[in-house]
T-cell receptor, first 115, second 110 residues
Framework: DAGVIQSPRHEVTEMGQEVTLRCKPISGHNSLFWYRQTMMRGLELLIYFNNNVPIDDSGMPEDRFSAKMPNASFSTLKIQPSEPRDSAVYFC?????????????FGDGTRLSIL | SQQGEEDPQALSIQEGENATMNCSYKTSINNLQWYRQNSGRGLVHLILIRSNEREKHSGRLRVTLDTSKKSSSLLITASRAADTASYFCATTEYGNKLVFGAGTILRVKS
């Protein structure tokens, strides 16, 4: 079975540019999560969706970050304009349940470098 | 702030030895999960223990949960070089929002 698919795997761009990260969750999963991982701050939840609806975006750093889930099989995380401090590994994860009692399945992440 | 705090931060053992990692958390939880992350990869779920359970096994993994002490431990028995990875605990306070600890880096030397 295909797992969570993220693209691109690596992204290098200059500050000020728009960055779009993409995620395809596991088919049938109804929850989707975006995380950011850095050495300094560890793994942080940015936003999560249930049934394509954003439930908690309290982790989104600022207005430069936005996330969408237009359908059950696709989500994007956009940063505009990007800054060097946004450099991190961004993970997407999906799960079946909406009660926190099921494991989350992670993609292999997008390593983002903002120069 | 992070809910779970793993201890130790790093652990280096010989192949065949047991590895024990600990996790402490601050608030009441519904369940606690352990994940593994290999270098350059995403996290992989290992085991979930509910707040009304005290111990759970999965293969070479044994997890305990002490809600009175707000702590959990992960034991990997007969470790292998392939167990080299970072290990994270994650707690669920409400809904399906997970809060991850900082992780323990495990190195198993062959």
């Amino acid at each position: 079975d295909a797992g969570v698919i993220q693209s691109p795997r690596h992204e290098v761009t200059e500050m000020g540019q728009e960055v779009t990260l993409r995620c395809k969750p596991i088919s049938g999963h109804n929850s989707l999560f975006w995380y950011r991982q850095t050495m300094m701050r560890g793994l942080e939840l940015l936003i999560y969706f249930n049934n394509n609806v954003p439930i908690d975006d309290s982790g989104m750093p600022e207005d430069r970050f936005s996330a969408k889930m237009p359908n059950a099989s696709f989500s994007t995380l956009k940063i505009q304009p990007s800054e060097p401090r946004d450099s991190a590994v961004y993970f997407c994860a999906s799960s079946l349940a909406d009660r926190g009692s099921q494991p989350q399945h992670f993609g292999d992440g997008t390593r983002l470098s903002i120069l | 702030s992070q809910q779970g705090e793993e201890d130790p931060q790093a652990l280096s053992i010989q192949e065949g030895e047991n590895a024990t990692m600990n996790c402490s958390y601050k608030t009441s939880i519904n369940n606690l999960q352990w994940y593994r992350q290999n270098s350059g990869r995403g996290l992989v779920h290992l085991i979930l223990i509910r707040s009304n359970e005290r111990e759970k096994h999965s293969g070479r993994l044994r997890v305990t949960l002490d809600t009175s002490k707000k702590s959990s431990s992960l034991l990997i028995t007969a470790s292998r070089a392939a167990d080299t990875a970072s290990y994270f605990c994650a707690t669920t306070e409400y809904g399906n929002k997970l809060v991850f600890g900082a992780g323990t880096i495990l190195r198993v030397k062959s």
